[in-house]
């Protein structure tokens, strides 16, 4: 068997043309989504990563704005700045990129950003919301994992499904929603035992640990979709260096009835995810319909 590669870069790519066409009809009654990225400091990926994510606005028509306090600011300062965010009715979804420097309580920086505008999905208040099984603005990454995994299976009902990894961005939510989409889920991390065995019973597989090839080809039952989050880089044959998935591709590839790659897959899912946040929260805070994305 061979497994259909999942095309995160064309999926992706088709929502974002969807968010293109809502915020075109939104401008021109009013109102355009606007996203605020506090971006603290000079840290290269981060700056790679606040590249991309206002290009993506700037490619549907959002309005973005990049905020760059210094590497010196204090939790004051920058809680003064989402609160100055907050009140604002040009910003719809604020993101503060992480890691923030030691100085800074990031946790009293994520719980101060306004659960409607949110677009992390980060916020107790949204955390909540999500196991509760109510509307809330998800984390982009496991709502990506999502949206895949449904190009697959119109639905998921019913089905087994595997989460390997417990992380607050990404296991632990995407348990709620696949458990919101009436799958069966079962929720494995680094101490869990017999791995895999417990893969071998799932429809879905979603690998999240941060180890470079952990799943392996024998540990996936024949036909099982695998959605890979990792992201992992190893040396390469040319002595530069590669990215790699949580999951030996080649040979899951060989028994999976359908596989994300890395690159190519999940990581291109997060950045179209935080634009359809964006536009959802925009739409409930201008108490507009919920867009069709």
């Known amino acids: 068997m061979s497994?259909?590669?999942?095309?995160?870069?064309?999926?992706a790519q088709n929502i974002r043309s969807e968010i293109a066409a809502e915020v075109k009809i939104m401008t021109a009654?009013?109102?355009r989504p606007g996203l605020a990225v506090v971006l603290v400091g000079h840290n290269p990926a981060s700056e790679i990563y606040v590249r991309g994510k206002v290009k993506a606005c700037e490619e549907v028509g959002l309005y973005s704005e990049k905020l760059t306090p210094p590497e010196t600011v204090t939790t004051a300062e920058l809680l003064a700045l989402i609160?100055?965010?907050?009140?604002?009715?040009?910003?719809?979804g604020i993101l503060v990129q992480l890691p923030l420097p030691a100085q800074v309580d990031a946790k009293k920086i994520l719980m101060a950003v306004d659960p409607a505008k949110d677009v992390d999905g980060l916020h107790p208040g949204n955390a909540g919301r999500l196991a509760g099984g109510f509307a809330a603005l998800s984390p982009c990454t496991p709502l990506g994992c999502i949206i895949l995994t449904k190009s697959v299976h119109a639905s998921l009902e019913g089905m087994n499904a595997i989460v390997i990894g417990r992380s607050n961005l990404v296991g632990r939510p995407l348990v709620q929603l696949l458990l919101n989409e009436n799958a069966t889920v079962t929720i494995a991390h680094s101490r869990s035992r017999d791995l895999a065995k417990l893969?071998?019973?799932?429809?879905?597989?979603?690998?999240?640990?941060?180890?470079?090839?952990?799943?392996?080809?024998?540990?996936?039952?024949p036909g099982a979709t695998v959605?890979?989050?990792?992201?992992?880089?190893?040396?390469?044959?040319?002595?530069k260096t590669k990215l790699v998935g949580d999951v030996a591709f080649t040979e899951v590839s060989?028994?999976?009835?359908?596989?994300?790659?890395?690159?190519?897959?999940?990581?291109?899912?997060?950045?179209a995810c935080?634009?359809?946040?964006?536009?959802?929260?925009?739409?409930?805070i201008h108490g507009l319909p919920k867009p069709a994305v």
């Open 274 to 284: 935080l634009l359809v946040n964006t536009l959802r929260a925009a739409c409930a």
């Open 254 to 271: 060989d028994v999976a009835g359908a596989i994300t790659p890395v690159p190519g897959g999940v990581g291109q899912m997060t950045v």
């Open 29 to 31: 009654g009013g109102v």
């Open 199 to 221: 893969c071998a019973r799932a429809d879905l597989v979603y690998a999240a640990v941060g180890r470079p090839e952990m799943v392996r080809g024998d540990w996936i039952k």
């Open 227 to 239: 959605i890979d989050v990792g992201i992992n880089r190893q040396p390469s044959t040319d002595g």
């Open 83 to 92: 609160e100055d965010l907050n009140r604002r009715d040009d910003i719809d």
């Open 3 to 11: 497994a259909t590669v999942l095309d995160g870069t064309k999926i």
